[in-house]
């Protein structure tokens, strides 16, 4: 089992950001209200995610690092329709074959905390230990026994860099969550997770930004719902990480739905720069690609192209207005 774990681990685990990602994205399925993540060396050195969610009890604890168990699926239908960001059961057992993984928790209403260290696969003792409701994941080691992996990984700078991408894309994503991002003893995030979408957005990039925005809200028939911010043409940046696209609480990239609102900006929007647009879209569930590779953040949609030329007409019509 350890070895088929090492290899889906390759699919789960890229590097210290995919990590970071599965590890928010159970603690979201735990309904935390309050996320804390604290990176080392850009996450090679540690990655800690602790949050207060539901907990696990301690035989839970010992499911959790086995591949192919999941508390959240209940039937196969829920592949296409399921509520949850994991459903697989691949995310913890993953990331134990290739590191050594520290899972305590304590379940809401226990008095007492569970922990357990599993080693590269190699499940450990179960101890009793002092610690508020909720959960907290802990790697530490990633990599040491995959030496062809750990050569892929970049600069500390560079991983870090990463890790902040998807904790600003997953606070975006869930404004009702808390989260804070520590670097070492530097705290580089921390959104109060109030549910207010403008506030996360300040959190991340600042004031200045933030009081440039133009909103967004519009309503289509079957069920479409597009809501948002977009910066001013003439606000813009060298690179896209200032832009996020979520789909019924997911955070998704779609390349169709990115160029027809990049296009919006046009012409005014400098050769090789990136205008500022963050999406929350709402869509009859049964509109999204059930094949979906969970782990892939591009999601299809059908009606792919009317619901990206909505996109379009919504962010080319909020900025003709404040144009006015
Ligand atoms: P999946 O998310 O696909 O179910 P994971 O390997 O990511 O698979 O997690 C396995 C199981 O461990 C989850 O189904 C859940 O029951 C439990 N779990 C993981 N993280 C948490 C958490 N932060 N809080 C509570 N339970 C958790
Ligand atoms: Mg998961």
Request: proline share 5%.
């Amino acid at each position: 089992p350890v070895v088929a774990n090492q290899i889906a681990a390759g699919e789960v685990v890229e590097r210290p950001a995919s990590i970071v990602k599965e590890l928010l994205e159970n603690s979201f399925d735990a309904n935390a209200g309050q996320c804390r993540v604290v990176l080392d060396e850009g996450g090679l050195a540690r990655i800690s995610v602790k949050d207060d969610g539901i907990g696990m009890g301690p035989e839970d604890l010992m499911l959790a690092t086995e591949r192919h168990t999941t508390s959240k699926l209940t039937r196969l239908d829920d592949l296409g329709h399921s509520p949850w960001l994991g459903f697989r059961g691949e995310a913890l057992a993953a990331i134990a074959s290739v590191s050594h993984l520290t899972l305590a928790s304590r379940e809401s209403g226990a008095a007492v905390g569970y922990a357990l260290t599993v080693e590269f696969g190699r499940i450990g003792d179960l101890a009793p230990r002092a610690m508020s409701e909720g959960t907290q994941v802990e790697v530490t080691r990633l990599f040491d026994t995959v030496p062809a992996r750990q050569k892929a990984l970049k600069s500390p700078a560079a991983e870090l860099a990463a890790c902040q991408q998807v904790v600003q894309q997953l606070a975006l994503c869930r404004p009702d969550v808390g989260i804070t991002l520590w670097h070492h003893d530097r705290r580089l995030l921390e959104t109060g997770g109030t549910g207010d979408r403008l506030a996360a957005i300040m959190a991340i990039f600042g004031r200045d930004l933030a009081e440039q925005v133009i909103a967004i809200d519009h309503t289509f028939s079957r069920g479409l719902r597009i809501q948002g911010y977009v910066a001013p043409a003439h606000v813009h940046r060298a690179n896209r990480a200032g832009q996020g696209l979520y789909l019924n609480r997911r955070w998704i990239t779609n390349w169709t739905l990115r160029s027809a609102i990049e296009e919006a900006f046009k012409p005014e929007l400098p050769d090789r720069r990136y205008p500022y647009f963050w999406l929350w879209l709402t869509l009859d569930p049964d509109t999204v690609d059930p094949n979906a590779h969970p782990t892939k953040a591009e999601v299809r949609l059908l009606g792919e192209r009317q619901v990206a030329a909505l996109c379009h007409r919504a962010v080319q019509d909020a900025l003709a207005e404040a144009a006015k």
